[in-house]
């Protein structure tokens, strides 16, 4: 009994002293020491357990790992000398800038915390100069990018490698593109001027997107490749135009020789950018200006490449060709702001992200001028594009199409006039025809590719949520068809669909799933204020669906009907369930979960007072029985009565 309780009187001074131990390490300031009564409890276990002691974890961290990142040399030394700490140990560190949480050793926790004394320490103590985070950075990698010079020319002094990306291929220089000093120390000592990351690009990108010009010439001067391309196509000048770097962008014509071709398209794009992104009207008309002026030579006029066709998304209009037409277009700011587009989609090519990016951005611009359709054609353009270069499982094509037809559901559910048609009370059939074709396409490819593994949760989110786009665009074309070609391109495009049955990637659930239920909404997340639009259960839609073949017996993963579905308390409503029954629905086939739809159209919140025999056959009575009874039937029944029993018999005998 005695060795009993001096066994747990050992484990709670043991709790005690590690509990003790992470609250001083981490309320006392640099400079500190652990209390004299900590230390002398601590050194009263042997050598043994003080290392189990402090190498215990609380959220993550070890109290040498506190100490490291508050810069407590004295603790830090302490814990390692005297007490056996791990200096590999890893813990948590959270980044202030971005709230992200990477799991790290105690090295890389000084090197970023800037605590050089401790980093000494660490490193005098045979701390692996090259571990790596949870994303695959080094310690001097990470100190570039807080630009703690002094660290990172100890670790170079020590033997850290500044050539060793990360996971995403960045490098030391990469991350220094802030410190002109920083650069030219990691130049000298052997960094990679080209290195390129996972994106293509090298530092000199990253330098012009900070707006860094002293950094951009230093990285030139010591051969930084000026030519080299981005995943998205562009260069050291394209990157200039595209952020409006105008001192970097004078800087590299002046240094770099480039034809009046290329000089003409980038100050029209670097005018492009200054419009969309800046709204300064003056810098894009003198910048376009300055590049008409170099493609109107002796010789003739540059033309503008490659030729694009005209597009109603820009109301068909053409770039300008000659100072005249510029000067005439500056009247109208409408027409200037359709010019950038145009000079953006010419010069990056539709499927450039910064292209994309425009398109949505000038859209929403004219909606919140009331310019309703103008920003349809827009994002439907975007849509396009989208779609073509990537497909409808990626989360910025799931984005957009939701963005666009959210909006088009809400244009026509509001029957808002707009500033610039002459009669668009409703949405355009046409319109509502287009996007249903761009999402549709290729819709039975995309499911099947959802199959194939591994499957990525957010591609069969995308996919779902890409369903009930369709559903509200059969919608949009049901409520604005007016002539029977109309009507009849309607049935056409829907039955074709249906043909293909496309289900959730996540529930298995069909088209008339969907429609039939009140949680089918769509949230764009564009516009910070909008509220869910409601249209489903649509009586409309499901209607046509079921005329067209839909399956109203139809289960999804957890082997509900349609009707299960609409007999659920949140699509309570008098024409829902009897609408289905029409059409034949099994109103006795039961779930995983063994529940029938009759059990529930009787009574609150429906009270539908349906007579249920009405709707039961023979068949399905003995179906009843036989799971009554437990009467096996499997290769005793025609195909097409197995399959009926099947459905029918919850136990599945």
Request: glycine residues 4%.
């Amino acid at each position: 009994m005695w060795k009993s309780h001096n066994k747990v009187d050992v484990v709670s001074q043991k709790d005690d002293c590690f509990q003790d131990l992470i609250e001083e390490c981490k309320g006392l300031p640099p400079g500190s020491k652990l209390s004299y009564s900590l230390r002398s409890r601590l050194e009263k276990f042997s050598l043994a357990v003080r290392k189990e002691i402090v190498n215990r974890v609380k959220i993550g961290n070890a109290p040498l790992f506190i100490a490291c990142k508050k810069g407590q040399l004295e603790i830090v030394e302490y814990l390692v000398n005297s007490c056996g700490a791990d200096i590999e140990q890893g813990g948590c560190y959270e980044v202030p800038d971005d709230r992200s949480v990477h799991s790290v050793t105690p090295l890389w926790c000084a090197a970023v915390s800037g605590k050089l004394p401790v980093v000494q320490f660490l490193v005098d103590h045979g701390a692996n100069l090259n571990a790596v985070s949870d994303s695959g950075s080094t310690p001097v990698r990470s100190a570039c990018f807080m630009t703690h010079l002094e660290i990172v020319q100890y670790l170079v002094e020590k033997g850290a490698d500044i050539n060793r990306p990360n996971y995403n291929g960045g490098t030391c220089l990469i991350n220094s593109v802030q410190s002109a000093q920083l650069c030219s120390f990691l130049l000298k000592h052997g960094a990679d001027v080209n290195a390129r990351d996972i994106q293509n690009k090298t530092a000199l990108h990253y330098a012009i997107q900070e707006h860094r010009i002293e950094t951009t010439a230093l990285l030139l001067e010591h051969g930084a490749n000026y030519n080299v391309k981005s995943k998205y196509g562009d260069d050291a000048l394209q990157t200039a135009c595209l952020k409006g770097a105008v001192p970097i962008f004078d800087y590299l014509i002046s240094h770099i020789w480039y034809s009046n071709e290329r000089l003409a398209n980038a100050h029209e794009l670097l005018g492009s950018t200054f419009l969309d992104e800046h709204n300064d009207l003056y810098s894009a008309i003198k910048h376009w200006k300055i590049a008409q002026t170099i493609r109107e030579t002796p010789q003739g006029i540059i033309p503008k490449l490659p030729i694009m066709q005209p597009r109603e998304a820009f109301r068909y209009q053409r770039e300008f060709s000659t100072m005249e037409e510029l000067e005439n277009l500056m009247a109208d700011l409408d027409s200037i702001r359709i010019q950038s587009l145009l000079i953006a989609e010419r010069i990056l090519g539709p499927n450039h992200k910064d292209n994309v990016f425009r398109l949505m951005f000038r859209g929403a611009s004219y909606a919140d001028m009331m310019c309703y359709q103008r920003c349809i054609d827009l994002w439907r353009r975007a849509l396009e594009v989208r779609v073509e270069k990537d497909s409808i499982l990626y989360s910025d094509t799931c984005f957009t199409a939701q963005a666009l037809v959210r909006f088009m559901v809400d244009y026509n559910e509001k029957h808002i006039p707009s500033d610039d048609t002459e009669s668009t009370y409703i949405q355009r059939f046409e319109d509502s025809v287009a996007t249903y074709r761009i999402l549709t396409n290729e819709i039975g490819d995309m499911r099947q590719l959802l199959n194939v593994r591994p499957q990525y949760q957010r591609q069969l989110d995308n996919f779902d949520k890409i369903l009930k786009c369709i559903t509200h665009l059969i919608y949009l074309m049901l409520q604005t068809a007016k002539t029977q070609e109309q009507c009849q391109l309607v049935v056409d495009l829907v039955t074709k669909l249906i043909q293909i049955n496309p289900r959730c990637a996540t529930t298995d659930e069909t088209l008339l799933h969907l429609c039939v239920s009140k949680l089918n909404t769509i949230r764009s997340g564009y516009f910070s204020d909008e509220q869910p639009v409601i249209i489903f259960p649509e009586k409309q839609v499901i209607q046509f669906l079921l005329n067209l073949g839909a399956n109203p017996n139809a289960t999804n993963d957890s082997k509900s009907t349609p009707l299960h579905v609409a007999t659920m308390p949140h699509n309570v409503n008098n024409w829902l369930v009897p609408l289905l029954l029409e059409y034949g629905a099994h109103i006795d086939l039961p779930n995983v979960a063994g529940t029938c739809p009759v059990d529930r159209v009787n009574v609150e919140p429906f009270n539908l007072d349906i007579r249920i025999l009405n709707f039961i056959s023979l068949k399905c009575l003995c179906v009843k029985t036989m799971t009554k009874y437990k009467i096996p039937y499997r290769y005793q029944l025609p195909k097409t009565l197995e399959l009926f029993v099947h459905a029918h018999n919850s136990s599945r005998c």
